[in-house]
């Protein structure tokens, strides 16, 4: 199979033919951006599977257990009881797709999560997040731990240094060792496409992170300057289009970094839907990251079902 192959020539030649064509790709994120936003229940469903796609983050110096309980708790219950019943989806077990924490925090989720019955994914970052700047070594036990204390997905780095310099059997290599070290877990790999300069790197990036056996490709840490855009991401699906039409093996796309607002958890299922289809609108193809995303989407749902916007106490837990 080509994903747990050698880097090899034909990979090497693929890989050093891309080149990007900047100008489509604007004017096709611009296209997105435009579409008309649905409105009154079409958009309340669209919120809902965005909600169900949320890898619902928490990656702060602060994070303690109770920050973290609370984040599984949220998690688990999303939208408030009586908005869901309001719609009718109150019996729909609706919850976010994974929570997503620091490795040193992955057990404090886990415990969380058994404690209330859930069987919700949790994912770790890991390899020296962000900056992907520790020795190999170290960046391979993080992962190693974080799938100890129960971390079904990883989220791991790149290192920038060998996609900027064009090392890219280098970076093969090293994300090689990262899904073994993953073992059964679930591997998205973080391209920090912030930091890679060029849509023709972050087309490779993503094309190395593929073969080297990624589950998911991710836009970004949410700590560089520059996190998840529409062009970066037209980019990074076609991608995941080629490498499919190619291989045959379906990866998932991950957006993160900056995503706050209700209406653009809407754009970026209008954009799976346009550039990959229906079968990447799920959370086995596509995961929102975000810390404050949950927060805007409850909020419009109260919108929705009682005709005006909710005081602060009225959503505490958002
Ligand atoms: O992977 C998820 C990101 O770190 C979340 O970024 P955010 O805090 O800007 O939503």
Redesign the pocket.
């Known amino acids: 199979c080509l994903a747990y192959c050698r880097f090899s020539m034909e990979n090497l030649e693929w890989v050093s033919k891309v080149r990007v064509n900047t100008q489509a790709v604007l004017k096709r994120a611009q296209q997105i951006q435009g579409r008309k936003v649905a409105k009154k229940q079409w958009q309340a469903a669209w919120l809902l599977k965005a909600v169900t796609c949320i890898?619902l983050?928490t990656?702060a110096g602060d994070d303690t257990p109770s920050n973290v309980h609370r984040l599984c708790m949220k998690a688990t219950q999303p939208i408030r009881h009586d908005l869901l019943k309001s719609m009718d989806m109150h019996d729909k077990g609706i919850t976010t797709a994974a929570v997503?924490v620091y490795p040193s925090r992955v057990a404090d989720a886990v415990k969380s999560l058994k404690a209330a019955n859930s069987c919700l994914p949790v994912a770790s970052?890991a390899t020296g997040f962000p900056a992907g700047q520790t020795p190999l070594k170290t960046r391979l036990a993080e992962v190693q731990m974080a799938v100890e204390d129960g971390a079904t997905e990883i989220?791991i780095v790149i290192n920038r240094t060998l996609a900027l310099t064009g090392q890219w059997a280098g970076l093969y290599d090293e994300i090689r060792q990262f899904r073994e070290a993953c073992a059964d877990a679930h591997m998205k790999t973080i391209l920090a496409v912030g930091e890679l300069g060029t849509f023709t790197n972050v087309y490779k990036a993503s094309l190395v992170s593929m073969m080297a056996g990624s589950d998911f490709i991710?836009t970004?840490?949410?700590?560089e300057t520059v996190?998840a855009t529409y062009p970066v991401a037209i980019v990074m699906v076609r991608a995941i289009r080629d490498y499919f039409l190619r291989t045959g093996y379906k990866v998932g796309f991950k957006p993160?970094?900056?995503?706050?607002t209700a209406q653009e958890s809407v754009v970026w299922l209008t954009l799976m839907k346009e550039e990959l289809g229906d079968e990447w609108l799920n959370p086995h193809l596509f995961r929102l990251?975000?810390?404050?995303?949950l927060a805007d989407i409850e909020r419009q749902i109260y919108h929705y079902v009682t005709g005006r916007y909710p005081a602060y106490h009225e959503l505490p837990m958002a």
């Open positions: 890898d983050t990656l997503c970052v989220d991710k970004s840490t949410g700590k996190n993160a970094g900056g995503i706050r990251g975000a810390s404050s995303l």
